[in-house]
């Protein structure tokens, strides 16, 4: 990941790119509410909008989470609160760090070694998998 150093506005986005990696740029895009690390193809045409997005409560720590993640090896950065596209996604060399690269909920929590959420008492993910311990054990 090659950070940016100053970012370069992009008016497209009305947003900063911050870092490039390979066949993507990544941008912090200001919402209402949140702080959105946006990737987006290097072959995007404008219409086609991003591929993955992250959201942060905080700009730092979109900084921060961009700072340390290895997009090659590693599925997602670190550090967000909301995943809004519908696809997880899979870095290219995964098998790499699969400690790194375990499940996680919706709200960027791992799902294995933590009992609850942290961002939402009814978070499905940790739901759905409270349901499967239940039924393992009555059984
Ligand atoms: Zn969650």
Same mark, same amino acid.
């Given at each position: 990941?090659?950070?940016?150093?100053?970012?370069?506005?992009?008016?497209?986005?009305?947003?900063?790119?911050i870092?490039?990696?390979?066949?993507?740029?990544?941008?912090?895009?200001?919402?209402?509410?949140?702080?959105?690390?946006?990737?987006?193809?290097?072959?995007?045409?404008?219409?086609?909008?991003?591929?993955?997005?992250?959201?942060?409560?905080d700009?730092?720590?979109?900084?921060?989470?961009?700072?340390i993640?290895?997009?090659?090896?590693?599925?997602?950065?670190?550090?967000? *609160?909301?995943?809004?596209? %519908? !696809?997880?996604?899979?870095?290219?060399?995964?098998?790499?760090? @699969?400690?790194?690269?375990?499940? +996680?909920?919706? *709200?960027?929590?791992?799902? %294995? !070694?933590?009992?609850?959420?942290?961002?939402?008492?009814?978070? @499905?993910?940790?739901?759905?998998s +409270?349901?499967q311990?239940a039924?393992?054990?009555?059984?």
């Open positions: 990941m090659k950070q940016l150093d100053p970012p370069i506005p992009d008016p497209d986005w009305q947003g900063h790119v870092a490039e990696s390979t066949g993507f740029r990544w941008l912090a895009v200001r919402q209402l509410f949140n702080w959105r690390l946006v990737g987006v193809a290097v072959d995007a045409e404008p219409m086609d909008g991003a591929t993955w997005g992250w959201c942060y409560t700009p730092h720590a979109l900084a921060a989470a961009v700072g993640w290895n997009p090659d090896v590693q599925d997602e950065p670190l550090g967000w *609160h909301k995943r809004p596209t %519908d !696809t997880i996604r899979k870095a290219p060399r995964r098998a790499e760090d @699969p400690e790194y690269n375990r499940a +996680r909920c919706i *709200h960027g929590n791992y799902i %294995d !070694t933590s009992t609850a959420c942290g961002h939402d008492p009814y978070c @499905p993910d940790f739901a759905s +409270r349901r311990a039924s393992m054990t009555a059984r």
